[in-house]
């Protein structure tokens, strides 16, 4: 692609993010391209593309199976909302780079020559381990909000520490993160929660004042955050974002986890995970203690390896992890794969069947029969209509 580029008598360089990855040895997630191309003439010498901000000079171009951001080198006019540019001026590549966040993030790569270009110091930052703002820190952040949560995203994964006048400068602007879309805050959470680093994370947060601004009507006071930071430091590194979301929802009582997650446009799937964890997570802390069909019930749940994983966290903090992971996988282990979830053995036939009228009756028995069958009291059909039958006359008052 960039060699297209080249060919065409067009400047093509890597930039941003996949350049400070390849730098410090690591594999790019992506792979962007800056040229002095404009958009119509990166759609004219590459094919297939996408126009996804073409005002702001970005085409998306396919390349090897994957689609690569192509952009236009630009500066930028004055940002109205916190972040988009009211205009682009397309120009050079160190005009390109003056107007991007963080230094480690404004460096490119010229493929051709096997040389790095670097107009903003990015490289001695990488090598001094540190997150440094372009320029202002103060105009950074007020052009894109976003950069605030970036800006501890990169400290925290990285292990780099923030240059001193862009940490007073998040300091001094976090409510700015009070306007920023939900739906970008909460990528953003989500990939620190996703990752190993999600603790040191949480602390920068916490450090600048960034926390109350996540989302509307919060509060943190110092034992919740002590109480969300070490558990966040106890969950596996492989934890999925749901796992640290439930982490850094600790103490809050299910109706205002779910506006959390409502506030922040979490799917239907990942509220309704978050919300089953903060209702089960203690289940597994006495693993021997918990009846069988209790056990069995969570062990049928989607979500049960992330229960496990909450389990062993809440395991480390109360120092048995060793001893009570071990019992937990001892049950697990006892339990066949298809004892987990069978058929039932009676269903609501069998009711209709004994003129039994719907209505609540009908789960209050078929809950009971069901789990008495979890529960492995019950090892035939006959026995299941049996028991029905006594729970039957119960319901009525019989003997």
């Not at 006959?382 to 006594?390: H, S, T, V, W």
Request: with cysteine.
């Amino acid at each position: 692609m960039a060699r297209l580029l080249r060919e065409a008598g067009h400047e093509a360089l890597l930039a941003g993010g996949c350049v400070r990855d390849l730098l410090l040895g690591l594999e790019p997630a992506d792979y962007d391209v800056a040229t002095d191309a404009t958009p119509d003439r990166v759609c004219a010498l590459l094919r297939p593309t996408r126009l996804v901000g073409a005002q702001f000079g970005v085409v998306l171009a396919r390349s090897l199976g994957r689609w690569v951001e192509v952009a236009t080198f630009r500066s930028d006019g004055c940002y109205l909302d916190g972040r988009h540019p009211s205009s682009v001026t397309f120009g050079d590549a160190q005009a390109d780079a003056n107007r991007r966040d963080f230094t480690i993030n404004g460096m490119f790569y010229d493929p051709q020559r096997g040389v790095v270009i670097d107009f903003v110091g990015g490289q001695a930052d990488l090598c001094a381990r540190v997150i440094r703002a372009i320029g202002d820190p103060r105009a950074r952040f007020s052009e894109d909000h976003l950069r605030l949560l970036r800006a501890v995203r990169f400290a925290a994964r990285l292990d780099f520490a923030l240059d001193p006048p862009t940490a007073a400068a998040m300091t001094e602007q976090a409510s700015l993160l009070a306007r920023v879309a939900a739906e970008r805050v909460r990528d953003e959470l989500e990939r620190m929660l996703a990752h190993d680093s999600r603790r040191p994370a949480f602390a920068l947060m916490a450090e600048h004042g960034l926390l109350p601004h996540l989302w509307p009507g919060t509060s943190w006071s110092a034992p919740r955050i002590r109480e969300v930071e070490a558990l966040l430091a106890a969950l596996p590194a492989d934890a999925p974002a749901e796992v640290g979301l439930r982490a850094l929802l600790l103490g809050r009582e299910p109706p205002e986890i779910e506006r959390i997650c409502r506030d922040l446009t979490c799917s239907n799937e990942q509220r309704e995970t978050v919300l089953w964890l903060a209702a089960h997570e203690g289940d597994l802390d006495e693993p021997d203690a918990l009846p069988l069909a209790a056990l069995k019930r969570l062990m049928a749940h989607a979500a049960f390896p992330l229960l496990r994983q909450l389990a062993g966290a809440r395991a480390r903090l109360a120092q048995a992890h060793d001893a009570r992971m071990r019992r937990l996988d001892a049950r697990l282990a006892a339990i066949r794969a298809d004892a987990v979830a069978p058929p039932p053995l009676v269903s609501g036939v069998d009711l209709q069947e004994r003129g039994v009228a719907p209505g609540p009756v009908y789960k209050r028995v078929l809950d009971a029969v069901y789990t008495a069958q979890l529960d492995e009291r019950l090892s035939s059909r006959d026995e299941a209509l049996a028991l029905l039958d006594r729970l039957l006359a119960a319901e009525r008052g019989g003997p």
